[in-house]
């Protein structure tokens, strides 16, 4: 999560481009309401430094009600859940770990960005006990970095999704994409990198001029949200602060689903906007991207919505905001989302899990979490 351009503009930003994705007005959002939540997570001294961050879900292999939610918790590491919420296991990152993104593979096995070491982790489930253990193969190479000095920069694994033994990895502060196997040899799991891509940091608008998106020198524009769409071989990744991206993994070719609202908009210096932009409705940052079935969901992290699209022919379906409950606070400022259509105890059409990364009561300090909701709600079934 990064959010680096600031809006002055009385009521947000004109909306200008993507004609096929623009004009949706805030007042047509649906609005449902968690079911449940996690415990909340303290980024401070005495909460251990833990930032929820990204979720994933696994479902129980013969006891659906058995099923897990793992989440990142950044320096604080992994956090595993049941179904009702209740923590059951806390795992470290070790000392200069960070578990940024986390997904989980069809053979029971949770697979980590570990941005502060430029690596991958790997976390075997067993279905008996429903702990984690540890199955990272100890010489596992980097990701992107060429030594440990450069580890020291943090252009490190940032974004995860996996599909199968594939896992596809964005390296922080650039546009690089990185794609790898997954070698699970039983006892331990390692990698091995298949191929790379890049996504361009400058764009050309409609008046000809060339934009690239406002950030720290040296940073280009970074992807954290994605997912893999096995049946279409395609990757959706969300570029923050430029858009979602649609990416055949077959030809490489490179499509944008949806503009965010700033793309295009001039700023100052310090990144403030100073006019409108050519894109469409998300307002940066683009994150949370996740498969239910036909759809597509990601977050607007910047205006704390959610945008649901026809996975087949990436148009709109509805936008929804998570407001507060009779039973737990809203959703605000979301990065990580992930869904299952399974069944499961309490979510008949399948379970919704959001970063909330504003939690509320707070008691005066920095505090998240993850909300769990009810897929039904969203009328999409």
């Not at 295009?264 to 100073?274: R, W």
């Amino acid at each position: 999560m990064r959010r680096t351009l600031a809006l002055t503009i009385a009521g947000g930003l004109l909306l200008t481009g993507t004609p096929a994705h623009a004009g949706s007005a805030h007042a047509r959002d649906r609005t449902i309401t968690a079911t449940l939540e996690t415990p909340a997570l303290f980024d401070d001294e005495a909460g251990g430094d833990a930032d929820a961050d990204d979720p994933a879900i696994w479902v129980h292999p013969t006891d659906r009600a058995r099923s897990l939610v793992i989440g990142t918790a950044k320096n604080a590491g992994l956090r595993v859940y049941n179904l009702a919420g209740r923590e059951l296991q806390s795992i470290p990152a070790g000392d200069g770990g960070r578990f940024n993104n986390v997904d989980v593979t069809s053979r029971n096995l949770v697979v980590v960005t570990d941005r502060g070491r430029d690596r991958l982790r790997f976390f075997r489930i067993d279905p008996r006990t429903l702990r984690l253990t540890n199955v990272t193969d100890p010489n596992v190479p980097l990701l992107f970095a060429k030594d440990e000095a450069e580890v020291e920069d943090q252009a490190t694994g940032y974004g995860l999704a996996t599909s199968g033994t594939l896992a596809a990895v964005s390296r922080r502060h650039t546009t690089r994409l990185g794609f790898f196997t997954i070698l699970d040899h039983g006892g331990t799991v390692t990698y091995t990198r298949r191929d790379t891509l890049d996504l361009p940091r400058a764009f050309t608008l409609k008046n000809g001029t060339t934009w690239t998106p406002c950030a720290d020198p040296g940073e280009d524009p970074q992807v954290e949200g994605m997912v893999l769409d096995h049946k279409a071989n395609v990757l959706y990744a969300g570029q923050e602060d430029v858009g979602l991206w649609r990416i055949d993994l077959k030809t490489k070719k490179k499509t944008i689903v949806e503009y965010v609202t700033e793309f295009g908009a001039p700023y100052t210096p310090d990144c403030t906007l100073t006019g409108p932009g050519e894109g469409g409705r998300i307002h940066a940052d683009v994150e949370g991207a996740a498969i239910y079935g036909d759809y597509l969901l990601v977050s607007s992290q910047g205006d704390s919505r959610f945008f649901v699209y026809d996975r087949r022919t990436n148009k709109p379906r509805t936008t929804f905001t998570v407001p507060d409950g009779p039973t737990t606070d809203g959703v605000q400022h979301s990065d990580g989302a992930a869904v299952t259509s399974t069944p499961l105890p309490g979510f008949p059409n399948g379970l919704l899990v959001l970063h909330d990364g504003e939690n509320k009561p707070d008691n005066n300090r920095p505090s998240t979490n993850f909300k769990y909701l009810d897929w039904r709600q969203l009328g999409l079934c």
